[in-house]
């Protein structure tokens, strides 16, 4: 079977885009999940490239197999009707919690890099978030064909100012103590679970559309190699940050640090990121609820924004550092039967 390239690279574009999102962005994702074990969490990256790339790309063979739509279909088809169900709904609250998160993120960007108001920050981009719902919301996602490429780029310029700083080597293979170090063992697994997992909203339908699956397969291959790549310059970076868990946004202290003259640039990317997380997390919250909740949208967004509003409050850190690891447990069993299931024993539809 011939492999179409060009729609290969395509899908490699939107999964690098879905996983990209503001946790990444920000540099509190890879800080929380890896930086913060030293040479342990650059071992763990590379072991979370390995299932990004495989997982993935088994994940959008299996969609393209089975003809799925949508990841109720999906999740389904792998855990049964019953599991599948119990899955969906527990799908629901975690983008609920990505959605606070997001919002957090906004307001940190106010308070931490911007020295305004944090609740500046909540209110503008709750009101800029129900105006694109009203409006539409076509434009935004093709606003991240430019916000993405140009965060990446700015990540590979960030490392290789980085590399050529004092004592990186020595940085870069040190092992710090942290009094939760167990969690660098589970931390690949549980941060490409809870990835992988948010991602089928997105992954699922593009593999479904394009059905060809050894077209969808290259997609995720070249999709997860990407990754890896961003997360290990992204890492290489934040090592040289003294005290990178004090900041909520250590990737701006970095850029501020290295290349003054690109920071405010790079703090409008960063926010443009979250806004277009925001918006796709309820986007995507609203269009489940409304399967079996017939209310307007108008009330569904509302009451989507009104419930990540209240528990945004908690400061993004502090957010983000419990709530994704919890997140990521929970995904590691779609993981776990993910790895299990067997492709050539799956019928093409």
């Known amino acids: 079977m011939k492999t179409n390239w060009g729609a290969a690279f395509q899908i490699a574009a939107v999964y690098v885009g879905t996983v990209v999102g503001a946790g990444f962005a920000t540099g509190r994702e890879i800080v929380e999940f890896f930086t913060r074990f030293g040479f342990i969490g650059l071992i763990g990256i590379l072991f979370s490239g390995y299932i990004f790339i495989s997982q993935g790309s088994k994940l959008m063979r299996i969609s393209a197999k089975i003809g799925a739509t949508s990841y109720q279909e999906f999740n389904i088809f792998l855990f049964g009707r019953v ?3 119990i899955i969906n709904v527990i799908m629901l609250f975690m983008l609920l919690g990505v959605c606070a998160v997001m919002l957090s993120g906004a307001g940190a960007v106010f308070s931490e890099q911007l020295g305004l108001s944090r609740s500046f920050g909540l209110i503008l981009t709750l009101s800029l978030s129900i105006i694109v719902m009203i409006v539409g919301i076509k434009g935004l996602f093709a606003a991240n064909t430019i916000v993405v490429p140009l965060m990446i780029s700015f990540s590979f310029i960030l490392m290789v100012m980085s590399v050529q700083l004092p004592n990186f080597l020595d940085q870069l293979l040190f092992i710090p103590f942290v009094d939760d170090g167990w969690k660098s063992v589970v931390a690949p697994f549980s941060y490409t679970a809870l990835n992988l997992g948010l991602a089928q909203a997105v992954l699922v339908p593009v593999a479904a559309e394009i059905r060809d699956e050894q077209t969808v397969k290259w997609g995720g291959i070249i999709g997860g190699a990407a990754l890896t790549l961003i997360l290990l310059s992204s890492h290489f970076t934040l090592v040289m940050l003294p005290n990178v868990e004090a900041f909520e946004i250590p990737m701006a202290v970095v850029m501020k640090s290295l290349a003054a003259g690109l920071y405010g ?4 990317i960063i926010y443009g990121e979250i806004f277009t997380s925001v918006i796709g997390n309820v986007f ?3 269009r489940q609820i409304k399967t ?4 307007p949208s108008i009330a569904i967004v509302g009451g989507i924004l009104t419930i990540a509003f209240l528990i945004s409050q908690i400061e993004y850190g502090t ?6 690891p919890v997140f990521g447990y929970i995904s590691i069993i779609f993981i776990i039967l993910l790895w299990m299931k067997p492709l050539d024993k799956i019928e093409k539809k």
């Open 284 to 286: 995507g919250l609203e």
């Open 319 to 324: 957010l983000l550092s419990y709530l994704y």
């Open 83 to 85: 599991f599948g169900s």
């Open 265 to 268: 640039l790079y703090i409008l």
């Open 292 to 295: 079996f909740l017939p209310l």
